[in-house]
């Protein structure tokens, strides 16, 4: 099956840094991936949705300028979160569709995740 | 974008038993989906039903949709230790790009 990669897995880092989140589909083509952020013990909110050549689309609220997404190819798109604050830490998912799958004249609806990044930052 | 409210949030049963989650929502969808999550860990996907759909089987997961009452429910059968995870229901809404996520509810089983 389909397989998304998420990198790194967690990180810890000072606040004022950036830290750049790696996504990347294994074995298909994502023309579009998924950034979500998900709290301790809530659910997952959606931040962004990444394209491949275009600029990503953001939800309401979400600081695009705080929140860069880049999807340069079609196989891997990043987030880096700039000059992070402790009100950044948080759990971040990625996603993709493997929208070369057809049934039924539909693209698959199924999505597959990364295995999140834990982000903490001091 | 609609959120999916689901309930219960915390369900506890034992090893054998069935547990039953339900979702409602607010306006229409194309399809539903359910996702399971082990803490820490990213989705992975269940079982998917479309808004013309009333009933999916897959394994020892039982899911029905009822459009009219904008709601949906996923039942696991003759539940194990394995099985304890968070679920979320999935609404795919508008146009088919966005998929938003339940509240979830965390499922413990007792072996």
């Known amino acids: 099956g389909a397989v998304v990669s998420q990198h790194p897995s967690r990180v810890i880092c000072k606040s004022g840094t950036s830290v750049k989140i790696e996504c990347r589909s294994l074995?298909?083509?994502?023309?579009?991936m998924f950034w979500y952020r998900q709290f301790p013990k809530q659910s997952l909110m959606l931040m962004a949705t990444?394209?491949?050549?275009?600029?990503?689309?953001?939800e309401q609220g979400v600081e695009k300028d705080k929140f860069l997404i880049n999807h340069a190819s079609l196989t891997l798109s990043t987030l880096t979160v700039t000059s992070a604050h402790p009100e950044d830490s948080s759990f971040y998912i990625c996603?993709?569709?493997?929208?070369?799958?057809?049934?039924?004249?539909?693209?698959?609806?199924?999505?597959?995740f990364g295995s999140g990044t834990q982000l903490s930052v001091l | 974008s609609q959120q999916g409210e689901e309930d219960p949030q915390a369900l506890s049963i034992q090893e054998g038993e069935n547990a039953t989650m339900n979702c409602s929502y607010k306006?229409?969808?194309?399809?539903l989906q359910w996702y399971r999550q082990n803490s820490g860990r990213g989705l992975v996907h269940l079982i998917l039903?479309?808004?013309?759909?009333r009933e999916k089987h897959s394994g020892r997961l039982r899911v029905t949709l009822d459009t009219s009452k904008k709601s949906s429910s996923l039942l696991i059968t003759a539940s194990r230790a394995a099985d304890t995870a968070s679920y979320f229901c999935?609404?795919?809404?508008?146009?088919?790009?966005?998929?938003?996520f339940g509240t979830g509810t965390k499922l413990q089983v007792i072996p």
């Open positions: 996603s993709a569709r493997d929208t070369t799958v057809i049934t039924g004249g539909r693209a698959n609806e199924k999505l597959f």
């Open positions: 990444s394209n491949e050549g275009s600029k990503a689309t953001y």
């Open positions: 999935a609404l795919n809404s508008g146009g088919y790009q966005k998929v938003t």
């Open positions: 306006t229409s969808i194309n399809n």
């Open positions: 074995d298909f083509q994502a023309t579009t």
């Open positions: 039903i479309r808004s013309n759909e």
